[in-house]
């Protein structure tokens, strides 16, 4: 009996499509095409606080000038996604647009899932699929509050440095598609046809 259940665990899991880090909640989940642009761009679940990340952080509308904040929310209300493409049997309930994070959502990722240390290197941000991330400062939607994702904290920016780099987000729900959800009622009815097959008789376990 406890072989059945192991099965039916395992083809739940692969079902939902979610094999990955097993201590945390950060699961690239697909990518997204943005108009202009002919490659996808990771899209990055968040499952604590149903937030997608968009793994794109242009440094400025012409050249590495940065942005003003009210730029940044203008791009990102602004941004134009063309195509998406999921992770075999995803779907995504969406709630919301795309926007400029909140200072708790920044919070969560830098403490979290970051687990913000003093400067961490590059492939932090890389090993949780952010590829365009970096260190330095993001806007938050808080008025005229900048943060530092590599150092956990919000930053005050001073007259004539009021420009940064920006990154986008969207409130929504990760669900496997009704297809997927059927191909796990097919697995286990397989299985249980299976066990029926067996001439009746329960295999023991190994060891019993």
Known sequence: MKRVLVELLVVFVLSCGFVGRADAAL?????????GESFGRNLIYDNDSSLIWLDHSPNGTTGYNGFTQSEALDWASNLTITSYNLNDGLSINWSGDWRIPTVAEFDHLAYDEFQATY???????RSFGFNSMNRYLYWTSATNKMYSIG???II?????EDRTRVIAARSGTVVPLPG?????????????????????????????
Do not use: D, F, H, M
């Open 27 to 35: 699961q690239t989940i697909g990518t997204a095409t943005l108009a």
């Open 119 to 125: 400067g961490p290197p590059q492939s932090l941000y």
């Open 151 to 153: 150092y956990g904290r």
């Open 156 to 160: 005050n920016p001073i007259p004539g």
């Open 180 to 208: 997927a959800v059927w191909l796990l009622g097919s697995g286990l009815l397989g299985l249980g046809i299976t066990r029926k097959q067996r001439g009746g008789e329960e295999i023991p376990e190994s060891g019993a």
